[in-house]
């Protein structure tokens, strides 16, 4: 709404009325009356029509009585001059504004906005009247008056400075220069103005980064120099070299971009003590550089444009023998391989750690791929035959990863950042391994830091995530026993997402705590309608669910599958939870304290994918299991040799010991069932079954014939 529009929503006077009558109405009234501004009408005449209480209040008459009085009876004849003077246009049709300062009634001097507008007749559209906005801006000019004066402040605070500063434009040419950088650097102000602050203070074998730098901050690009402390050196007039730091900043002056470099003296302080610097970049256990070191000398590579590469070492298992032995026996293994390390390294390389169990060798110069891996070979070998101070020797492996510079490489974190990228992949693929980095590998965490958003997104929201069923079959008998609940992913944007995929970044980031909860209350309300829908005679059906490693972990875990269960209404021996060998066997006293706790529930629990990790028989007939799942990598391999089925035929003869169930998973063919079932394996599910199905499809199956029944 303009100001004119919104002035004249104010009433004219009703017929017959008096002046006292001419008011505004509604809201808009309580809005102009709270207004920290003063508003009055002035009708032809010169008299009051209308004033809000802030115009009021400024001269000091009740606001009821000044309605009716001209203006030079309420503020006088020099004001009176001046509305005139102001609604004389406004009574012509234009708006107008006047500023000025004036001395109000109490002696102050005062900085007004006077705006005066046009105000038309209820009717024929005639101007009978002019409203007049009058804003007091006398802070804003008292402000405009102290930035003047804190420019005064400032630049005397600059021609007092100790430190050296000097302001540049985007060419590098100097434009103003105080007189701490006339005695740093022994040129003075009027011989420094105008020239390239390259050609005055920087080294010659520095100017080439000093423009490389200037261009990228006045780019903005990615590895400017703006805002960070920097050391180096400068160049006095009598040639000599100054340690500085520098700090550089811009400002925009009118359009004009600037750049402001405070230089500050370090001769003094830059190497003060030895033990000030190994303290700042040595690592106090092993003696070796540490990750500051690193940065600073792969920053100065980086910077010359060295070829370089970042060897990243992960000793593998190293938390494992810290918590079996001890920090004490941990430090010294520690100090007994640096030692060792330290001593294969070359000139000129160097060799640091830079995390708990993490190394890191910078070698120099171009190297081919050979080479390196003798030098990796090496490390291998010194690691397999560590030897505390103490003369303990411990076997060690390294998970590896490399990455050689390249111009993409912008910041000493972004050569790191690759490398550690490697060593990841190095570990994914079974540790002990040595893995070159390429940018795919990026991508891909890229893309994993994707995929836990999105998986995030839709657990907070409850969409694209839903749950297959795969049925499990009696082998002698072929009817339909149960099912395995698997979690799959519909994503808005990328479609189907395998479980592959997704799983071991959950895994990875504990959503699969949320998300494995997500699953057990979906499948257990689902068996609990199936159950209800069984036809008569049918036994019993159960629902398979996995269980991660982290849900183990989980404080409260059992409390929540208690709950599942009460909310359902299922019975409690209806639902086995499967646990990998692996999950299981991590602690394993602490894992059978947990499944006791499940067990004590009713619940059924199953070792999945048995065969292929590490489980022990002493811990194996400790655990309160009821069945066993065996590996489909043995079922694939029945029909190969009658090696493949004693391998099996042992496991059922095992689990029938400890008296366990047996279910195979990956059947594919009647062959396969035929086998599993001269073998006496109690269960089977693959796809000579069924594939893992939507609900809606094993509904069918749960209501009518199933396909595989003969």
């Known amino acids: 709404m303009t100001l004119d529009v919104a002035l004249n929503s104010i009433n004219p006077p009703l017929p017959g009325s008096d002046i006292g009558t001419w008011m505004p109405s509604g809201g808009f009234l309580r809005l102009i009356e709270t207004l920290p501004a003063q508003l009055c009408v002035i009708g032809t005449d010169g008299r009051f029509r209308y004033v809000n209480s802030t115009f009021a209040a400024s001269t000091g008459w009740p606001q009821a009585r000044i309605a009716g009085h001209t203006v030079a009876e309420v503020l006088g004849v020099a004001a009176a001059r001046d509305f005139e003077a102001h609604g004389r246009r406004a009574l012509t049709g234009e708006t107008a504004s006047f500023d000025g300062w004036v001395t109000d009634r109490t002696g102050h001097r005062r900085f007004l906005r006077r705006i005066a507008a046009p105000h038309l007749a209820a009717e024929g559209g005639k101007i009978d009247a002019y409203s007049m906005l009058i804003i007091d801006c006398t802070q804003d000019r008292t402000a405009e008056a102290a930035l003047h004066l804190s420019e005064a402040v400032k630049t005397a605070a600059i021609n007092n400075a100790r430190d050296a500063i000097i302001a540049i434009d985007d060419q590098g040419i100097v434009i103003d220069y105080n007189p701490a950088a006339a005695h ?5 102000r009027d011989q420094a103005i105008g020239r390239p602050i390259a050609d005055l203070i920087i080294p010659p074998e520095l100017r080439h980064n000093h423009a490389l730098g200037l261009s990228r901050a006045v780019a903005r690009e990615r590895g400017h120099t703006l805002h960070r402390r920097l050391e180096t050196q400068g160049l006095r007039a009598d040639g000599s070299r100054v340690p500085v730091e520098v700090t550089l900043a811009d400002v925009m002056v009118g359009e004009r971009r600037l750049f402001i470099a405070n230089l500050r003296d370090i001769s003094e302080s830059q190497f003060s003590t030895d033990q000030q610097t190994a303290m700042a970049y040595h690592d106090p256990v092993t003696g070796l550089g540490n990750r500051a070191l690193l940065m600073r000398v792969v920053g100065e590579a980086l910077t010359r444009r060295d070829p370089v590469l970042l060897v990243n070492i992960h000793i593998d298992r190293f938390s494992s023998i810290r918590s079996s032995f001890g920090h004490a026996f941990a430090d010294d293994l520690l100090i007994g391989m640096a030692g060792r390390l330290a001593g294969d390294v070359l000139p000129g390389d160097h060799l640091v750690r830079i995390g708990d169990h993490v190394l890191a060798l ?3 110069g171009y190297r081919d791929d050979p080479m390196v891996l003798r030098r990796l ?31 993409q490489h912008e910041t000493p974190e972004d050569l790191l950042r690759d490398a550690e990228i490697a060593t990841s992949r190095a570990r994914e693929t079974g540790g002990s391994r040595v893995v070159w980095f390429d940018p795919s590998m990026h991508a891909r965490v890229i893309d994993q830091v994707r995929t836990e958003h999105d998986l995030r997104h839709s657990l907070d929201l409850g969409v694209g995530l839903w749950v297959a069923y795969q049925p499990i079959v009696e082998l002698v008998t072929e009817r339909l026993a149960g099912f395995e609940a698997l979690v799959r992913w ?3 944007e990328r479609g189907q997402i395998p479980p592959v995929h997704f799983v071991p970044i959950a895994e990875e980031t504990g959503l699969v705590v949320t998300l494995g909860r997500w699953v057990l209350g979906v499948a257990c309300r689902q068996l609990a309608h199936w159950q ?12 398979s669910i996995n269980l991660s490693p982290r849900q183990l972990d989980e404080p409260g875990f059992v409390d929540s599958v208690r709950a599942v269960i009460a909310e359902t209404g299922i019975d409690p021996k209806c639902l086995k939870l499967e646990l990998t060998e692996s ?8 894992s059978i304290v947990i499944l006791r706790e499940l067990k004590s529930l009713g619940v059924s629990l199953s070792i999945d994918d048995f065969g292929t990790g590490y489980s022990s028989l002493s811990y194996l007939h400790k655990f309160p299991l009821d069945s066993i799942k065996v590996d489909r990598s043995f079922i694939s391999a029945l029909h190969l040799s009658e090696e493949n089925r004693s391998i099996v035929r042992i ?10 169930d047996v279910i195979a998973e990956g059947i594919e063919s009647e062959s396969d069932a035929n086998l599993l079932r001269a073998l006496a394996c109690d269960y ?3 796809y000579h079954y069924s594939r893992p199905q939507p609900p809606d499809q094993m509904e069918r199956v749960l209501r009518g014939r199933a396909p595989w029944q003969r």
């Open 684 to 686: 089977g599910q693959g």
């Open 583 to 590: 999950a299981v066997m991590r602690r394993p006293e602490d």
């Open 362 to 364: 910078l070698l120099h």
């Open 184 to 188: 740093l650097f022994g040129y003075p």
């Open 490 to 492: 519909n994503h808005p």
């Open 377 to 407: 070979d090496a490390i291998a070998d010194i690691l397999r035959s560590v030897v505390t101070p103490s003369g303990a020797s411990v076997f060690l492996s390294a998970s590896t990863g490399i990455v050689a510079a390249t111009p």
């Open 651 to 660: 496991i059922v003869d095992l689990a029938r010991l400890l008296g366990f």
């Open 532 to 543: 209800a829908l069984r036809p008569p005679g049918m036994s019993d059906l159960f629902m």
